[in-house]
């Protein structure tokens, strides 16, 4: 899905995880395998900030993690209202 896939290629594992999976999850709603709400909900999961915290001590790895989420909800967000 091209939505993600600058995403795809960052060099940060968790960061490339969560752009396949929610690459993944927007084709299923695409081809009818997911509702609207089991997308959103997927994506919730994807996206959730709070595990992270516990997996990653450099702050800095965090900062851009964080902040290439909130880029990829704001995509989310976009195809949820479509």
Partial sequence: MENFSQYIESSDPIIQQAANDLSAA????QVGSITKD?????????????MLASLITDIDR???IYSTFKSM???V???TAL
């Fill in 73 to 75: 909800t704001d995509i």
């Fill in 62 to 64: 965090l900062q851009e």
């Fill in 26 to 29: 927007t084709t299923d709603l």
């Fill in 77 to 79: 967000s976009i195809i």
């Fill in 38 to 50: 089991e997308y959103k909900e997927l994506c919730n999961d994807i996206l959730d900030e709070s």
